[in-house]
């Protein structure tokens, strides 16, 4: 073992108090989704644009899946000064080895070990007892300790795993040198009302809990992975693991930025900071749209294109007296920006707003009699434009010049 690994205060335990770490699986679980697969390149744009955002843990990659994997890994590990970066790894030598070698250059590194605990798992996939289970899970954490700062153990499928065998393992992962216990909701399975049983049993049952962190990984199979993932952490947790635009397995993992902006509006409830600098949260969901193909849905929460556009007239009338009338946050707080577009469902307030905006000098009568015309070309298409809109008024003051020559002759 590198002896700057020794003694390394990264991740120390204390430092957690009214803190979320943020570990980011953007590349390792959102790469797993079909069509969202990164190649080294790809991860390495990710990586700088992930540190900038401040998260606390990058998970770079599976190194033993593939050579190019491995090297992005090592690479992301060379490169990165302040995140942790970690790589997963099976609860076998070979994995471990590779993670540990992938790593070798990092400034703070972390193996994370998976394997399954639930009866399920053991049973069909693994084949596997309860006490193999366990001492499988041991030695593997001995033998990463040995490679890497710092070791996180995940108890796949953990929120269908009994309660007590959950504790045992975790207990023994503990005396085994892990310091992070990730309790994954790998198949998107629990509800908020379970999480929070199961991570205030853990508290109170794990042995030597005082030297680990508790780790939520949640799966949006039925669309609470950012419920569950607060949830866990309104019990305790201090480390979530999450990914850009929600991507992952499936129907993905925990969205990032929704989690890291629900604790940041919803300050006063939670009490708790991540380090995260919102700002970058925009242009990183862009990124990641970029580097994958994959368009970002307009009606994602946070980073969407319609998270901050406002159509409708009633509330267009509210934006234009009040922001807080119709935006919890702040679209700067998030490098986005509002916008008021115009389309069937305005009204005139936004309407006048607009060509006021376009210099136009505008009074109630004119307002009328362009609206109308306004409603008419916004039955016809999905929105109107500003070039619509000069065409409306430059017709609108052609029939006024012609009603006043007209009038004159
Ligand atoms: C919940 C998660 O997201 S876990 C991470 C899932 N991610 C991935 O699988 C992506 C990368 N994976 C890969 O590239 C490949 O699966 C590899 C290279 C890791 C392994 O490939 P193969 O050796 O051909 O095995 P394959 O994937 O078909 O089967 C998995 C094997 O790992 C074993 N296994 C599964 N999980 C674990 C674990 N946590 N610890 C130890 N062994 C495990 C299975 O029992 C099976 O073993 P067997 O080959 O002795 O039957
Ligand atoms: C490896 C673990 C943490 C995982 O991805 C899961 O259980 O979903």
């Known amino acids: ?31 797993q989704a079909p069509g969202f697969s990164m190649d080294r390149r790809a991860k390495m744009r990710m990586a700088h644009a992930l540190e900038d955002l401040g998260v606390d843990i990058i998970e770079a990659g599976f190194p033993q899946a593939s050579p190019d994997d491995f090297a992005a ?6 490169t990165l000064k302040a995140p942790t970066v970690a790589a997963l790894a099976r609860c076998q030598a070979g994995d471990i080895d590779a993670a540990g070698k992938a790593l070798e ?11 399954s605990t639930s009866p399920l798992h053991r049973e069909h996939k693994l084949g596997k007892s309860k006490q193999q289970v366990i ?35 975790f207990s023994v992962a503990v005396e085994a040198g892990a310091t992070v216990l990730n309790a994954p909701d790998t198949v998107g399975y629990t509800t908020p ?62 969205a990032l930025e929704e989690i890291v902006m629900a604790l940041h509006t919803r300050r006063p409830l939670f009490k708790l900071d991540t380090g995260i600098v919102t700002q970058h949260l925009y242009p990183t969901s862009r990124l990641l749209a970029e580097v994958t193909g994959q368009a970002v849905p307009r009606n994602k929460a946070i980073v969407g294109d319609n998270a901050f556009a406002h159509e409708s007239g ?34 005139r307030h936004a309407l006048r707003q607009r060509l006021v905006e376009l210099d136009y ?32 008024m430059g017709a609108y003051e052609a029939d006024n010049e012609t009603a006043a020559v007209a009038v004159q002759s």
């Open 73 to 78: 890994v090592a690479e992301i590990a060379r």
């Open 1 to 31: 073992m590198n002896p700057a690994h020794q003694g390394s205060t990264h991740g120390d335990v204390e430092s957690d108090v009214g803190r979320v770490r943020i570990f980011d699986t953007t590349l390792r679980d959102g790469e």
């Open 135 to 169: 001492d499988i899970a041991a030695e593997a954490i001995y033998r990463a300790k040995a490679l890497a700062h710092e070791v996180e153990f995940s108890a796949e499928d953990a929120l269908r795993t009994e309660p007590d065998y959950l504790a045992e393992i």
């Open 361 to 392: 000098d505008i009074d109630e009568t004119t307002l009328d009699t362009v609206f109308e015309r306004f409603k008419a070309v916004a039955d016809r298409q999905r929105s109107v434009t500003n070039d619509d809109l000069v065409a409306l």
């Open 193 to 254: 009302a379970e999480i929070i049983e199961m991570f205030r049993y853990l508290r109170a049952n794990v042995r030597g809990v005082d030297k680990a962190i508790f780790s939520a990984h949640c799966h949006d199979d039925l669309g609470m992975a950012v419920a569950n993932s607060l949830a866990a952490i309104s019990a305790g947790a201090r480390q979530v693991e999450c990914t850009i635009n929600g991507i992952g397995e499936r129907a993905g993992n925990a």
């Open 314 to 347: 009633i509330h267009q009338h509210g934006m234009l007296k009040h922001r807080g009338t119709y935006e919890i946050m702040s679209p700067q707080d998030v490098g986005a920006k509002t916008s008021l577009v115009l389309g069937k469902h305005s009204g």
């Open 105 to 115: 250059g990092a400034r703070h590194s972390r193996i994370h070990l998976f394997l």
